[in-house]
Every structure is written in C-alpha cells, then in structure tokens.
C-alpha cells in the first residue's frame, strides 16, 4: 500500500483524492420502478477482472439497522423505492464499468406506488406517539375561538446533488474504509456484521468532510456498505462512486411533512390550548424514525405560554427515498408550522407580531430569576432593535393597505417577518441512536516531545472541530497548537456521533483530561495519557399511544427578521435583508459559520433545487446577513449547539414577511413563484 494511503495528511483529502493503490471501480445498479417484484435480473458477460456482487452474496446480515428498523444494503426480491439499490458490479476500468451497468436488465412486476404525502390516505398513516400535557380537552371547551392552520414542508435540495463515494481496501486479513460517516464506530459495526468479521478485523477511517449535510449521512452509510461488500468479494481495493446522473432518484431529499395545527383562544385573545398533528413522511424504510420524531418534539413547546398541549405523530411510508437522518429538517417544520401559527394570531389580535411574542413567552423564557430579560426576550429585543423591525412592519402594513391591485400597485411588494426559535438541549442527533446509553470518549496523551495528542472520532464537518478543540487545550501544548489524530477506528476511541453538541462535549473533556495531565506532568516521565468519558443516555421516545410530559431543555435561542420584497410582474419573492441574534453563550466564533447557514436555510425555504444549486450560494446574489451576538448574565457562558437555528428561524420569518407582502396567507415551502400564484388564485376565487 502507498503511502499516501497511511500518511495521517490523508485525513484532509477528499475520497476521489486517495491514490496509490490498484484501485477497481464500483458502481450500484439500480431498480427502475418505484415499487413491485424483482423477477429476473439479467447480467450481461463480464470481462475478465469484473465482477458482480447481489443481495444472495452478502456474507452476513443484509440489513442496516438502526433504531430498531432496518433497510437493505441490496434489496433482493422487492422493490420499495425507485434507485434502490440491487446489483453492484466492480471492475478496472470506468467507463467500461458503466456501459456494464446500462446494460444490465432488471425486470420488475410493477405495483401501485405512492410517493407522494397528499395520497396517503388515513389508513396508511400510523400513530406513532401521543403526548400531552395539561388538559387540552377542556381548554378547547372553554374556548372562545378556535384558531387552525395546515402548514406544509416539501422536498427541498438547496445545494444541488453532489457525489456520494467511498473505498474500501482488504489488506492482512483485515477491512479498511474510507468514507465521509458521521459515526464511524456505527459504520465499523454495520459492516463488520455484513460481512460476518470480527470488529478487530474493520477498521474505518474517515477523510475531511468539508460540509456537514444531515440529508447525505444515510446515502454515505449505504456508499461505505456496498464498497466494503465489492472489496471483500474482489480481494482487491475497490474505489465506489454515487455519481448524479439525470434524475439522481436514489439522492434523498429531506423528510417531507404535514402539519395541523389548531389553537384554543380566550376572550381576551390568550392562549388556552394547542393541538398538533405531525404527518412525516418517511420513504420507504423506517430508518431512525425515533430520532426524527424526537427532533420533531423538541420544537414544539418551551417558547410560548400555554398550560395544555396535545401532539399526535403520525409515520407516513411512502414509495420514495428513505428519509434517513433529517433531523433538523423535521425540527425546522414543527418550528415554521409554530412560527406561523402565532403570526397568524398576532394577526388576529391586531398586534404587532413583536408585542405579541413578548406578551406570549414562556415565564422561563422572558425572564430570569431576579431579573428583568431572559434569552428569548433578550433575543427578540436585539434582533427587533438592529433590524428596525417596528418601523417597517408599521410602515409595510400603510403601504399594503393603499394597493388596489398586484399588477400596478403604487408601491413595491415589500414585507417583514419575525421568529423566534430555540434549539434544545434534546441530545445526540445519532444515526444510531442506540437504546440503551452509550459511552463517548476522548484520549489525550503529552508525548515525550512535550506536544500534545487528542485523539477522538469526531469528524471535522464544518462545526468548527479544530477550533474547538485547540482552544480546549490552550495553554497546555507549550505554546504549540496540539495535534489532532486522524479519525480511525484503528487508534481513536469512540466519541459517538459527529454533531456539534457532541463536539462541543467533547471540547469539555479535553479541558477535563488537560487539567488531569497538568496535575500529573510535574516530575513524571513522559509520555502522559488519560481519558474521559461521557455516559450519554438519549432522550427516549415515548411507546406508542402512551401520555407523557413534553420535554423542554432550552439551549440556544434565535430571533430572526427577515426583509423581501415580491415583484409584481412575476411574483418572484427575493431577499433584501436578514438579522439573526443569538443566545448560545461563548459562541461568537461562530458568526461566519451562522451565516453560511442562514444562507442554506434561505435556499431550503425558497428553492427547489432539483437539478441545479441555490442561487443564494452565489456571493453576488446573497443578500445581506447580519447575526448579532446577545450574551445574558446569569446564564451559563459555555457554547451551546446553536447550529440548527437557521433552519428552524429563517423559512417562517420568510414566509410571514412574503405573506405580509402580498397579503396572502401562504403555509408552505419551499416558497416559490408558483406558490403565491395560487394562492392568489385561491383567494380570488
């Protein structure tokens, strides 16, 4: 093997950039049909030094289990989805590889396929979880008026597909693989049973992953799973690409989701009760369908007062793409869905929407104890403050007022919108998701060199790892930076899922081990190790039908307000401006990671996206973000995950300013065009 292949400056390589080895190549064949029956797969002759890999081949277990559900790595007799994988062929030359693979037939038995989440009917939908607290029963009896609105989360792909790839390498009796996972450990385990090896005889290392992006840690896992099983088969190294070609069908979207959502009002406008109804659609597969409805319980409740809630989770499979590990995506609907919600009420109550969140928040949320703000309101008043948000919504609402007609109005379409939102504390965001708990670990070792060593699996994926964990052993490493290992199962322990919550655990523990290495240095022989670890139990999902209190745990907050500007010729929705203020403690190196989200967030409520990228990834065409920085005495100051906040603020603030722009009452992303046109045709009529 090459060097290259065991140099730690690997670890910053891309897949496609490791070299020095006899690489095959592998592809995934895959089926043509949303749903039926496999009745015959025809192959045609492969030439010498290819070689073809099917679900009856795999040495182990054949599915990738998670959570309690399972999927196929190679589906072998039904169809769910279509681009399911059935067939995977390796060999050493590319191109011939792939006029290999357009030749192989597959002939299904079609079956009635639903892919899409408005034909599921009632009978297809199953409740998976019922929670309540208080007593939303009587609330909605003694109501005065019933307020409800349907909020709908499409498809969205803001970033364009991009290739998916991994290499697998047999050597000495052992496995290793390269692949851009989020969990390596998880990823060691599924393919040592998949193959039927021995743990010690896997081994996964995981190159840089530039981005993080929740939608491609499924299509990784599979990727890694299906070059293990080539590898294995061949004897020889084999290099595995996803490339996206025409429809790219097997590239997952993001969990589509309908909510309901009806509030119980008392003659003074307050809030007595709410009612939710959460239908997600998870594709094909319930892969990590505990997770997702947890992140999707997480966004429901801890910001505004009320006493009595009731949420009813409904899973909704359909004929599409597993929805894998979309969490942020399921907790950015029941925000937007909350969001708009209490726009609607504000409405209603012939507030502004600013007054309104004030005089709505949770007591906890308002303020702390002895004193007069608290992280939401502190959030809010900075956000409304740097943003003029009083002004223009004022201002906005004059204009909106004087326009006769859409077509030849006196002014531009121009609206604003406020959110509130908060990340909660809610645990680790884990493909995995084990049931019972989990222990996370960090090495840290002073070698005789007097430089230090951090060895820990969490992966660099745009969370600000490096930083992070250098400036957790500032001041130790004799005024050098430390070094930290290459992600290998080989060497590491495991730290658990590469979130930022974990990273910033993980942070924590190497102060911890650093403090224990301080004490110990004096007149010790070199060189020093320690370790610590973190027994992390996951936040567990109710059984189903089984009452139980929400969970609140309040972590990080975000105010957002959001400036558009429709025109009026095209109804064309644009962005002018966007201010985001943040509570997340120490987070203020984070502002340029915050932005780029925002930026993301901005693409997934407002673009489609299906073949071609965002165009708010063009510098050019961005508009202005702003992200200020609100620090609260009395809170603690350490970091807290603050990375989902963009997704769960940005669509309803959006949404609310286009709906104040236009005057339309609008209930879904991603927000385009197309959309206000009907709903202006809905209106008319």
Partial sequence: MAAKMTDPRAQELFIDDLTGADYAYGIAVRAPVARGSIQKIELPELPPGFWAVRAEDIPGDPLLRSSGSDMPFLTGSQVCYRGEPVLLLAGPDRETLISLAEAVQIRCRESEAVTRLEEVNAGGLKAELHLHEGDPEKAFQDSYQIVEGSYTLGPQNPLGRAPQGAVAVPENRTLTVWAAVLDPFFMRDQIASLLALSQRRVRVRVPRVRQSREEQALTAVLAAGHAALLANAGGRPVKLFYEPRGEACWYPEGSRCRIRQSTALDREGKILGVRMEIVLDIGAYRTCTRGLLRDALSAVCGIYRCANIEVVGKLAQTSTHPAGLSGSTTRAAVAFATELQQARLAEISQLDPYVWKQEQLQPRAAALPGRRGGPAAAALERAVTASDFCRKYAAYAAMNTRRRTYLAPPHPLRGVGLSLCVQNEAGEQSFSLPASPRTCSVKVCLEADKRLHIYSSIVETGQRRDTLFTAAAAGFSEERNPVLEPVDTLTVPD????????TLEISRLIGK?????????????????????????PEKVPRRQRDTRMPRTAGAWAATVVEVEVDAETLHPSCRRIVMAVEAGAAGYARAQLKAGILRALGRATWEGRKEPCPFTDSELAPEVSVEFVQMPGREQHCRAFDALPDLGVAAAFVSAVSQATGLYIDQIPLTAEVIQRCLLAAEK
């Fill in 495 to 502: 730290s658990g899922y590469s979130s930022l919550e974990a």
């Fill in 513 to 537: 081990c650093c403090q224990t290495l301080e004490k110990r240095r004096s007149g010790a022989a070199l060189p020093l190790e320690t370790r610590r670890s973190l027994r992390f139990a």
